[in-house]
């Protein structure tokens, strides 16, 4: 199966700023996803993102909020904008290696805006 | 995709049996049953898939009845490391998203 780096693990922020996250796949992927999970929920996909072209987000989910970044095939950003604190939230990024192993996910990042 | 339901939690004594219940009554014919769990602090872990035969893996069974309308998850001899969060998610064959809904929390009882 795939292994994923996700940075950062956790991070606290003010609100009114953005963070970044990066996700890295040691394998090249066509599609990776982007999920939150808000405290004690399950997860949400917020966008799929395809190798050259823009995300395809998923209803309630906006680029303007959470852009994007696919630059090749075995790397994605995710962009937290203009943070609040009901942004607090794990992000996680996931990938489809094919077979017998499903999907593959990323240890996620831990997001608490103050 | 079709809709899953699963209790929200169950116990199971260690290194008993853990049967992991799954309804899922308005699945097609193409699609497929996934499990995942999400163990504290984590991102979720695949365990197995299946369309219409019984699947066996290291990990688990999965059991799906004749007419697909609901499955089990058997962790056969449970261990602590077992605690989580059980995801039975049904998708279509060629549908890449995975939509989770909220699980059954399980926990191994000393």
């Known amino acids: 199966s795939a292994v994923i780096s996700q940075k950062p693990s956790r991070d606290i922020c003010q609100r009114g700023t953005s963070l970044t996250i990066q996700c890295q796949v040691d394998?090249?992927?066509?599609?990776m996803f982007w999920y939150r999970q808000q405290p004690g929920q399950s997860l949400t996909l917020i966008a799929t993102a395809n190798q050259g072209s823009e995300a395809t987000y998923e209803s309630g989910f906006v680029i303007d909020k959470f852009p994007i970044s696919r630059p090749n095939l075995t790397f994605s950003t995710l962009t937290v904008s203009n943070m609040s604190p009901e942004d607090s939230s794990i992000y996680l990024c996931s990938v489809e290696v094919g077979g017998a192993y499903g999907y593959t996910f990323g240890s996620g990042t831990r997001l608490t805006v103050v | 995709d079709a809709k899953t339901t699963q209790p929200p939690s169950m116990d199971c004594a260690e290194g008993r049996a853990a049967n992991l219940p799954c309804n899922h009554s308005?699945?097609?014919?193409?699609?497929?049953v996934y499990w995942y769990r999400q163990i504290h602090s984590q991102g979720p872990q695949y365990i197995i898939h299946?369309?219409?035969n019984n699947e066996t893996n290291e990990m688990a069974s999965l059991i799906i009845t004749e007419d697909r309308k609901s499955s089990t998850l058997i962790l056969p001899h449970a261990t602590l490391r077992d605690t989580a969060v059980y995801y039975c998610i049904v998708r279509r064959f060629g549908n890449e998203k995975l939509t989770f809904g909220t699980g059954t929390r399980l926990t191994i009882i000393p």
């Open positions: 299946g369309l219409k």
């Open positions: 308005t699945i097609s014919g193409n699609e497929y």
């Open positions: 394998s090249q992927v066509t599609m």
